[in-house]
Each structure stands twice: as C-alpha cells, then as structure tokens.
C-alpha cells in the first residue's frame, strides 16, 4: 500500500514539473530604437550674426567741431544725404578771405591791361619807349598769374566749407558712429561706419583648431537663433589668417546662398558645421552586448515579435554611445535596455513608434 502511493506521489510530481516546463515563456517589454544612417559628421556649432559684406567708415576731409549729427543708428541713408556738419565759421571766414584776394587781384589785372594798352598805343606812334612796354606787359601776363592763383583759392575755399558737411557717397544703413556732437574732429578721422544692406553675409568666430581644419567639403547650416526652421546654407568666403590674441579664434565670413528676409543686419545666428563621411550609425551604448570577445546588438524581427543576435562592427565609442559601419541596416529596430537578459527566439513587446 505504501509502495502504491509512492508511485502516485512520484507521478504527480513529474506530471507537474512537465506542466511548468511545457508553459511559454513570458513576453516580455524591451526599449528599442530605429537604425538610421548618419552620412554627415557634425563639427561643431558656433555663434554668429548677420553683417554686411561692405562696409565704409567715413570722415570730415577738413578739421573742425562737429555742430549736428543728423541721423541715428539703423537709419537709411540715401546717396547725397546729410550724415553730420561741422561748425562752418572757419571755413567761412577761409572763403571770405580768398574773395577778398581775388577782388583785389581783379582790380590790379584791370589795370595792368589798361597799362599795357596805353604803353602799346605810345609805343605804335613813336613817343613811348621800348622799355616801358616791356615792363608793361610783363606786369600784365604777372598780373594774370596772380589772378588765376587767387581764383583757385577761392575755388579751393569753398570745397573746403562744402567739406564741413559729410555726405553718403551710396545707398547705405548707419550702423555706428564714432564721434559725437560737439567734439573736434581732424581732417580723415572716423565718424561714421555705413553698411550696405544688399549684400549680407554670416560671421562667426572659429576655434584655432576648427579653422585649421576646414575643408572644401564641409557644409555650413546658417540657421536664426530665435526660430531654426529659418535656416540657409553657406560658403567660407574669407578666414582671416591671423587669430585674435585674447579669444585665440578666427574670424570666418560666409556667403549664403540665400538671404531669408529674417536675416536683417545683426540678426544672431547658428551656424553648424558638417563634414560628408562614409554612412555609419549612432546606437546608445546600452544597446551594445559584448560577450566572448564579439560586439553584438539585439535585433527584433518586428513580424514575429522575438530578437536574435547580430555581430556588429564598431567604429567609435564615447561614454554614452557608439558608431557602427556594419552588421544592421536602416530602418531595424534594436534594443537599447536590458540587453544581458534576453534569449535568442524570445517574444518581446515594444512601442513601434519609438524613435
């Protein structure tokens, strides 16, 4: 009797344990993310602004005190228009006295020709001497020297007061102005910087080793700073070959192949710098399983549900992600948790929207 219900205790336990192991193993949840393929490899992301590709900084090309500035920064200036004036009483009295002198050489070559021509009448009808022609004539052509030189004067003195007033030479916006109302200023000193706003470029300033490193195919992304869905690209269209002592950057202008009508004078930009590489791909490094001296990620056939191994090749790691050239494909998922404790063949479940 005993021995019979061994049997049967010994029956029910190998029946249970064949129920447990005949059970499916359980589904379970993984964090997965798409392959995508990186053909780009970005370089940095600088600060910039939009300026204008000519610029002029004007001067008063006589010396004097500045009497009136006649428009601010960011105006719109027109060819001819008045920037600022000097106090003209200098310049003015210059004029006043070359007048003067040219008066008075006037009168003095009126009468040197009347001289002349009554010497000459004399000396036709035999009573005046040879000598006193002479001399007469010579005072004359003197005379006329004399009044050509005090003609250019004046001419020369009222350049100098139309110089008192500093004038746009083209079409142009006031970006700054180094001088002030009521200061004296020397003849070619800076006054007022004027910018065309028609041609505009990106600047930015690059790190010594980023400079150094630019190449022909490199791709600058110019994006605004407030809103980078307004973004154009760019080409390097100067470096300046010397680095700034305190910031030990270049100064690189760009061309842009478009102009957005966001991109006014001073706008702030971003301008990123990408170089073409061989297609590779960017996987968390939660995502990479290493075991017997192999680099392997979890695939998952989105079909059947389950994942399955796959030998990758790496090409760069950094604490929080690695590059792959080889072993999967754009657009499969991979899992990117939890990868020590999956099984080949296992059912998974996963947000198919995930990214």
Known sequence: MKRLMLIGAAGLLLSACGSEEQQPEAVRPVLSTLVEAQAQSQLGRFAGAIQARFESTLGFRVSGRIARRWLDVGAQVKPGDTLATLDPTDQQNQL????GDLARVQAQWINAQANARRQQQLYDRGVGAQAQLDIAQTDLKTTGASLEQARSAVSQARDQLDYSTLRSDHAAVITAWQAEAGQTVTAGQAVVTLARPDVKEAVIDLPINIAEALTKDLTFTVASQLDTSINTTATLRELEPQADAATRTRRARLTLASTPD???????????????????????????LERDGKTQVWVIDPQQKTVATRDVTLTERTSDSFMLSAGVQPGERVVTAGVNSLKPGQKVTFDEDAQ
């Not at 966001?262 to 971003?270: D, K, R, Y």
């Open 96 to 99: 006043r006295a070359a007048e």
């Open 262 to 288: 966001a991109f006014h004078l001073g706008t702030a930009i971003s301008v990123t710098l990408t170089s073409a590489i061989t297609p590779r791909s960017e996987l968390p490094l939660s995502a990479l």
